[in-house]
């Protein structure tokens, strides 16, 4: 199976806003009981395309309110596009929008509320309730 994870950059450090990442990591998840975990590719997220991205702004509060914008609203669709290939979408935090988008390119969003830091580490803790 495919999983996208929010990363900050190539370090694969998990963001903390799914709709505002800068990109995804794309990992393949195989095996059985034991399961494996292999990075595949690091992708862009286009709703993000030319803007900074400054994780503190998105510490413990939700930055994502904007559903009467239909311009904002359809970016979060794009951002569903570049990972539609995917099963799964692990966030720590995901708005509204970026659930409407994911559920429409039929991506499961799953929470992580674990403590790693970094995305392999996060799939391997969580891989068996993929």
Do not use: W
């Not at 994502?64 to 290939?85: G, P, Q």
């Amino acid at each position: 199976m495919k999983v996208a994870v929010p990363v900050m950059d190539d370090s694969l450090k998990i963001a903390r806003n799914a709709g505002h990442t800068p990109y995804f990591a794309i990992f393949e998840i195989g095996g059985g009981m034991f399961k494996t975990v292999e990075f595949k590719e690091l992708r862009e997220n286009p709703k993000m395309q030319d803007e900074e991205v400054d994780e503190a702004d998105h510490v413990g509060r939700h930055v994502c309110d904007a559903e009467d914008d239909v311009e904002h609203v359809k970016a979060h669709y794009t951002m569903a596009e570049a990972i539609e290939d995917c099963d799964y979408l692990v966030v720590k935090m995901a708005c509204k929008n970026t659930a409407n988008a994911m559920k429409s390119s039929d991506v499961k969003i799953k929470k992580y509320n674990g403590n790693e830091l970094y995305a392999p580490q996060a799939l391997g803790a969580i891989s068996n309730e993929l």
